[in-house]
């Protein structure tokens, strides 16, 4: 267990809805990365948030949009939702932002399968 | 921009034997990182082991290790005794130091059986 949360486990929804995934990351750390694996593409990195601040953004579609709380829980929003949407949706934190600041291994969390039929 | 090719889609190793799988990757940083990430048929994406560019010694964690050859640009990953809990996807993945963000890049992926 690596003490990354992410809920749902299983989401199974029609193409154009809306979804929302969240992460709660490990306790004391403060940067939350979303990361998207397909069959197609990969592993890809979609968004990095450090303390409430978007840090980095990858390919995220303009239909996806993400925040992170005072809280520091991280919710990943999907909308306008198509067939090439369906793959498992991993939130990771780490300490610090960045390799030039402490410790920056990341944590994966058990990841959130999405299906759009 | 940085790129991590993993050249092996499918390896299979009999149990207790050893194993090694390739990665290469492209940037123009000096100082980066790289990792391996073991991930099972759960899903769940585990942390195998980790290198810093900037040591020349090879890291290792138990049964893993890795051979790094910086100006070669690649970064294997040697499994010693394999078991059959070895079994899994492993991602070679690289972060760069030059950004304020430790996003990281995977590599395809190599699928890994170990065969009793």
């Known amino acids: 267990d690596s003490g990354v949360t992410q809920t749902p486990k299983h989401l199974i929804t029609a193409t154009g809805q809306r979804v929302t995934l969240r992460c709660s990351p490990r306790s004391g750390d403060l940067s939350v990365y979303w990361y998207q694996q397909s069959l197609d593409q990969g592993l890809q990195f979609l968004i990095h948030y450090y303390n409430g601040e978007e840090r980095a953004k990858g390919n995220i579609l303009e239909r996806f949009s993400a925040q992170q709380f005072p809280d520091l829980h991280s919710e990943l929003n999907l909308s306008s939702l198509e067939l090439g949407d369906s793959a498992l949706y991993f939130c990771?934190?780490?300490?610090?932002?960045?390799?030039?600041?402490?410790?920056?291994?990341?944590?994966f969390g058990p990841g959130t399968r999405l299906t759009v039929t | 921009a940085q790129t991590v090719t993993q050249s092996q889609p499918e390896m299979s190793v009999q149990e207790a034997e050893t194993v090694t799988l390739s990665c290469t990757y492209d940037?123009?940083?000096?100082?980066?990182?790289l990792f391996w990430y073991k991930q099972p048929p759960s899903r769940q994406m585990i942390l195998v082991i980790r290198?810093?560019?900037?040591?020349?010694q090879n890291a290792t964690e138990n049964r893993f290790s890795v051979n790094f050859q910086k100006a070669a640009k690649s970064f294997s990953l040697k499994i010693s005794d394999s078991q059959l809990g070895d079994t899994a996807m492993y991602f070679c993945a690289f972060m760069g130091s030059g950004s304020n963000t430790g996003k990281l890049i995977f590599g395809q992926g190599t699928t890994l059986q170990v065969k009793p």
């Open positions: 290198q810093e560019a900037y040591k020349q």
């Open positions: 940037t123009s940083e000096n100082n980066y990182y």
């Open positions: 990771a934190s780490s300490v610090a932002p960045s390799v030039r600041s402490g410790s920056y291994e990341q944590y």
